[in-house]
């Protein structure tokens, strides 16, 4: 089932971590931080959750 995530704004650093291991779900914003620009499978949206170093991300 497709999941939406959500890049909280005030806390992402624009490591990349989450644009490099799926970037048919995030992008970097002209801000240089990363935000979730389409849906993904529920094992996709955890991943990112659970390796973004800030904990910027979580499920829209």
């Known amino acids: 089932?497709?999941?939406?995530?959500?890049?909280?704004?005030?806390?992402?650093i624009g490591?990349?971590?989450c644009v490099g291991s799926h970037p048919s779900i995030f992008e970097?914003?002209?801000?240089?931080?990363?935000t979730a620009v389409a849906e993904g499978d529920e094992a996709e949206i955890e991943d990112a959750i659970a390796n973004c170093p800030?904990?910027?991300i979580s499920e829209d």
């Open 15 to 17: 490591c990349g971590l």
């Open 28 to 34: 970097f914003g002209d801000d240089g931080k990363a």
């Open 54 to 56: 800030v904990q910027a």
């Open 1 to 12: 089932m497709a999941k939406k995530a959500k890049v909280d704004q005030d806390i992402c």
